[in-house]
């Protein structure tokens, strides 16, 4: 994030209906959108996108993808020190303790849009002003 350029937010879920409302929301709010449809395609892009924080799912067609993707990006210098939020329709206790530890937050579905702004807000250490 540099001076005069709004943070930009990586929203990876498999799920199109739920990518296109937070990044709606996100882009109306002042925010960068990046959005992927799977983890893969998100960790290869990452580069591409610069994303100051990263929203993704677990489960992706049925797999646990997202648990890699969450891996990946917690163990990568280059991408370790990004703000990370689990967003799962598995309760916290449904999770690897693995993922929950790398994890920045660990959020349950439905999370309305508002409540995830307030999140990465806080995240990034904005204001909500």
Known sequence: ????????????DDDRDTLEMYSMYFEMSGFGVARSTTPGDALSGMADHQPDV??????FDGRPEGLAFIHAL???AETQHIPLILL??????QLPAAA??????????????????ADVQR?????NG
């Open 100 to 117: 929950r530890a790398e994890a920045d937050l660990c959020l349950v579905k439905p999370v309305l849009p508002d409540d995830l702004l």
């Open 1 to 12: 994030m540099t001076a005069g350029t709004p943070p930009t937010v990586l929203f990876v």
């Open 54 to 59: 990263v929203v993704t799912d677990v489960g």
């Open 74 to 76: 917690k163990t990568r």
């Open 123 to 127: 995240l990034l250490g904005l204001g």
């Open 88 to 93: 799962s329709g598995r309760s916290a206790d």
